[in-house]
C-alpha cells in the first residue's frame, strides 16, 4: 500500500502496526525549539515514537504540551529543528542541502497522515456528524461520495455513534462530539493520532465513553501521542510516558517508572498536586 | 485658487450635515420614544415612516422636497430642503438605532438599581443612560461619516456645496481629473477622522461588554 | 388631495412604458454593480486577510479610501476625470463600475468579519485532516459565513439599488433621469418623483425585510443551540 493510496481503498485495517516500513519510527522529533515572539516555549525536544507505541506525555500548564503536539503536524511551524514521519522530512524539503518550507498544498498532503484531537473537538457545525467525518475522505483522499459516506458510517459505529450520524454537533453533548472528532480523525487511517487533552473540556460524567473509545484504539496498536491529565488513563493505556516541564523533557519511562517512582523532584511534585486536585 | 473655492464649499457641506444630523437626532429620538409606547396606530405610523424612508434613495426624497414640494406651491431654498431632506432620511436609520438602544434597558437593569436604593432618576443617570450610550454611540458616529459624504448628493439641487462647486470649477475650466481628485481629496480629509473617532469608540465600548 | 390623484389617472398610461424601461436599467445597472462588488470585494477581503504584508496593507489602504469618498465623486471621477486618458465609457458602464468598485469596499468588510467569526480552531482542525487552505476556505469557512453574512449583503445590495439613482447626474438612462425628464416635459415634478421613489420603494422593500427575516431566523438559530 503507498503512503498517498487513499483509506477504504482496502478494507479498514485492525492493525495499522502491521504494515510498518522497514524499523524507522512512525514519527522523530528532533532538536525541536519554538519561540512565540521571545517566549521560549519548546527548548530542544527529541523524542521518537516507535510504530504502535503510545506516547503520554504529562507536564505542568504551560510547560509546552499543546505546542508540541502542533508542532508535530506544522499547525506550529517550529523555530529549530525536524519532525520526520516515517523517517521522511515532514514540512519542509532538502534543497541543496538545505531545509526549505514546503507549500501549502504539499503540507497538507502530508498531514493527511496525521489524525489530531482538539481539546474542545472543533467539529464543524454546519455539517451532520456523518459529514464531518467523511467531508476528509471524499474532498482530500477523493474518495467517492458515496464511499466516503460509507466510510463514515463505519468510523462512527467504532465509536458507539452510528445511531447519532444525521446530528448536527450543537445538538450532540461534550462527550459525543469529541467521540465524532475521533471518527474524523480515524477516517484519515492516520498512522499516528495526536490528542491534545481529549477529555478536558467534558463534564466529569462523560470522560469515561471518551477515554473507552481512546483505550479501544490504543488495543488494536495504534500509534498515539497522547497529552493528558488523567494520570490513572496515563497509566493504563501508555507505553511510555514522557514528562515535560518549562519546554524540555524533565524524564521519561515505562508509567510504572515515571509515575510511581519518579526521579526528578519536579516530576514528584508535579504529580502530587495533580493527584491532590483529582 | 480652486482649493478656496471647494474649501468654501467645504463649509456648507459641514453645515448641511450639522442640520440633518440635529434634525435625523430630534425625529429619531421622536420616533424611537413613539415606537416604545403601546398605541399600536402610533407605532403603525413610525414604521410607515422608517420602512419608506429607509428604502427611497436620498436623491428622490430631495427631489421631492425641493422639485416636488415646488409644484404645490411651497418653494424650499436649496440648503434648508438639503437639511430636511437628508435629515428625515437619517431621522429613519436614526429612529431604529435609538430603539435598539431603548430595548436594550429593559433588561432588569432598572429594577436592580432600583433594588440597590437607587431613585428612578439616579438609575436612569447612572445606569441607564451610560448604558444606551455605548450602545448608540458607534452607530450614530458612522451615520455622522455617512452623512457628510450623502451631502455631495445636494449639489443635485444647487446647494452650493462641495461637489456643487466642483462641478461647477469643471465647467469653467475643464481642469476635470485635478479638481475631482481635489474634491476626493478633501471628503477623505474630512472623513477620516470622523472614521478614526468612530473606530476608538467602537473599541472602548467592546472592552467594555 | 383627489386631484392629484387624478393626474396619476390620466397621465400615467403616457408615463409608464417609460418609467418601466427605466426600470429596467435601475435594475441592470443594480447588477452589474453589486456582481462588480462582490467578486472585486471578495479578492479585498482575502487580500486584507492574507499574510502577505504587501496586498493586505494594499487592501486595508483601498477600504479606508474608498470609504472616506462620496460615492458620487467616485462616480464623476470615473465617467469625467478618466475621459481625458483616452478611456471612454457609456454613462451605464460608468455607473455599474462606479457604484461596483464603491461598494466592494463595504462588502470586502461584511466578507471580513464574517471570516473572522469563524474560530480559529475549526480552520485548524480543517487543516489537521489535510485540507489545504483553498479547501478549508472552500468547504468549511464560507459555507457558515454565508449565512451570516447574508443578511448585510442583502442590505448592502439595496444600498446599491438606491445609489443607482446617482447615475442620474452622469445621465445614466435609469428611473431618476427618466422622471426628471418627464417632470421637465409634464411640469408635474411631484408626481414623478414620487412615482419615482414608489418604484424604488417596491423594489428594495422586499428585499429589507428578506434581510430583516434572515437575521433574525440566524439570531434564533444561536440561542436555540
Ligand atoms: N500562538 C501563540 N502565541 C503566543 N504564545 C503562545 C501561543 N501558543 C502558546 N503560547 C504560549 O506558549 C506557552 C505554552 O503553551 P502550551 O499551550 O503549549 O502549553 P500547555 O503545556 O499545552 O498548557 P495547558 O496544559 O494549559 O494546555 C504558554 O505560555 C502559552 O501562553
Ligand atoms: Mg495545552
Redesign the interface.
Known amino acids: 500500500m503507498s503512503a498517498t493510496s487513499p483509506p477504504g481503498a482496502a478494507a479498514p485495517r485492525a492493525t495499522p502496526a502491521v504494515s510498518r516500513q522497514g524499523d524507522a519510527a512512525v514519527v522523530t522529533i528532533e532538536d525541536l525549539y519554538k519561540n512565540f515572539g521571545s517566549l521560549e516555549v519548546l527548548k530542544g525536544i527529541d523524542l521518537a515514537i516507535a510504530w504502535g507505541e503510545k506516547v503520554a506525555i504529562i507536564g505542568p500548564s504551560g510547560s509546552g504540551k499543546s505546542t508540541l503536539l502542533r508542532c508535530v503536524?506544522y499547525?506550529e511551524v517550529p523555530t529549530r529543528g525536524h519532525i520526520y514521519l516515517e523517517g521522511e522530512l515532514f514540512g519542509e524539503r532538502l534543497v541543496d542541502g538545505r531545509h526549505v518550507r514546503m507549500s501549502?498544498?504539499e503540507l497538507?498532503?502530508?498531514?493527511?497522515?496525521?489524525?489530531?484531537i482538539?481539546q474542545?473537538f472543533?467539529?464543524?457545525?454546519?455539517l451532520t456528524a456523518r459529514e464531518n467525518v467523511a467531508?476528509?475522505p471524499e474532498?482530500?483522499?477523493g474518495l467517492p461520495r458515496k464511499a466516503a459516506l460509507e466510510l463514515a458510517d463505519t468510523m462512527l459505529a467504532k465509536v458507539h455513534l452510528a445511531e447519532k450520524r444525521d446530528a448536527f454537533p450543537?445538538r450532540l453533548s461534550g462527550g459525543q462530539q469529541q467521540r465524532v472528532?475521533i471518527a474524523?480523525?480515524l477516517a484519515?487511517e492516520p498512522k499516528v493520532i495526536l490528542f491534545d487533552e481529549p477529555t478536558s473540556a467534558l463534564d466529569p460524567e462523560l470522560v469515561g465513553e471518551v477515554l473507552k473509545v481512546i483505550e479501544e484504539l490504543a488495543a488494536e496498536g495504534r500509534s498515539m501521542m497522547l497529552v493528558t491529565h488523567e494520570i490513572r488513563f496515563a497509566q493504563n493505556v501508555a507505553d511510555r510516558v514522557v514528562f515535560i516541564d518549562h519546554g524540555v523533557i524533565v524524564e521519561q519511562g515505562p508509567p510504572a517508572e515515571v509515575i510511581r517512582r519518579p526521579s526528578h523532584e519536579r516530576t514528584r511534585s508535579f504529580l502530587s498536586q495533580l493527584l491532590q486536585d483529582g | 485658487m480652486f482649493a478656496a473655492v471647494l474649501l468654501g464649499g467645504a463649509v456648507v457641506s459641514v453645515w448641511i450635515m450639522l442640520g440633518a444630523f440635529s434634525v435625523a437626532v430630534v425625529v429619531g429620538l421622536f420616533m424611537a420614544l413613539v415606537a416604545s409606547t403601546r398605541n399600536r396606530p402610533l407605532r403603525f405610523l413610525v414604521t410607515c415612516y422608517v420602512e419608506v424612508f429607509r428604502n427611497v434613495p436620498a436623491l428622490t426624497q430631495l427631489f421631492i422636497i425641493y422639485f416636488g414640494l415646488a409644484q404645490i406651491g411651497l418653494r424650499l431654498q436649496p440648503i434648508p430642503a438639503a437639511i430636511i431632506g437628508l435629515g428625515l432620511g437619517g431621522g429613519a436609520l436614526l429612529t431604529e438605532v435609538f430603539r435598539a438602544g431603548i430595548e436594550a434597558l429593559h433588561h432588569g437593569q432598572r429594577e436592580a438599581a432600583l433594588a440597590v436604593g437607587m431613585t428612578p432618576l439616579m438609575a436612569v443617570r447612572h445606569i441607564i443612560l451610560p448604558q444606551a450610550w455605548r450602545i448608540v454611540l458607534p452607530p450614530l458616529g458612522n451615520y455622522s461619516m455617512s452623512l457628510l459624504k450623502e451631502t455631495s448628493v445636494a449639489s443635485a439641487i444647487a446647494a452650493p456645496e462641495i461637489m456643487f462647486y466642483a462641478r461647477q470649477l469643471v465647467t469653467r475650466t475643464f481642469e476635470t481629473p485635478l479638481i475631482y481628485s481635489m474634491t476626493a481629496f478633501l471628503y477623505l480629509a474630512m472623513c477620516l477622522p470622523i472614521g478614526r473617532l468612530v473606530a476608538r469608540l467602537e473599541r472602548g465600548s467592546r472592552s467594555w461588554q | 388631495m383627489i386631484q392629484f390623484f387624478e393626474i396619476y389617472v390620466a397621465k400615467l398610461p403616457e408615463w409608464w412604458p417609460e418609467m418601466l424601461a427605466a426600470a429596467g436599467s435601475t435594475l441592470l445597472l443594480t447588477g452589474y454593480a453589486f456582481g462588480i462588488a462582490i467578486v472585486f470585494g471578495l479578492c479585498l477581503a482575502l487580500a486584507k486577510l492574507s499574510r502577505n504584508r504587501v496586498l493586505s496593507r494594499a487592501a486595508t489602504l483601498y477600504v479606508e479610501l474608498m470609504r472616506g469618498i462620496p460615492t458620487l465623486v467616485v462616480l464623476f471621477i470615473i465617467y469625467f476625470a478618466i475621459v481625458p486618458l483616452g478611456i471612454t465609457l457609456s454613462a451605464l458602464v460608468a455607473g455599474a463600475l462606479g457604484l461596483g468598485i464603491h461598494a466592494a469596499a463595504y462588502v470586502a468588510e461584511i466578507f471580513r468579519s464574517g471570516i473572522e467569526t469563524i474560530?480559529r480552531?475549526?480552520r485548524?482542525?480543517?487543516?489537521?485532516?489535510?485540507?489545504?487552505?483553498r479547501?478549508t476556505l472552500r468547504?468549511?469557512v464560507l459555507?457558515?459565513a454565508t449565512?451570516i453574512m447574508l443578511p448585510p449583503l442583502i442590505n448592502m445590495l439595496v444600498i446599491v439599488l438606491k445609489d443607482t439613482s446617482i447615475c442620474s447626474l452622469i445621465s445614466a438612462p435609469e428611473i431618476m433621469l427618466r422622471a426628471k425628464d418627464l417632470a421637465s416635459t409634464y411640469f408635474r415634478p411631484m408626481h414623478l418623483y414620487v412615482l419615482a421613489g414608489a418604484m424604488y420603494f417596491a423594489m428594495a422593500w422586499p428585499l429589507s425585510l428578506m434581510a430583516r427575516g434572515w437575521a433574525r431566523r440566524l439570531g434564533r438559530g444561536r440561542h436555540g443551540?
Open positions: 503536524n499547525l501549502e498544498r497538507a498532503s502530508q498531514r493527511k497522515h496525521i489524525g489530531m482538539f474542545s472543533y467539529l464543524w457545525p454546519h467531508i476528509a474532498k482530500v483522499f450543537e472528532a474524523r480523525a484519515q | 474560530h480552531g475549526q485548524e482542525a480543517a487543516l489537521a485532516v489535510g485540507m489545504t487552505p479547501q468547504y468549511i459555507p457558515q449565512a443551540a
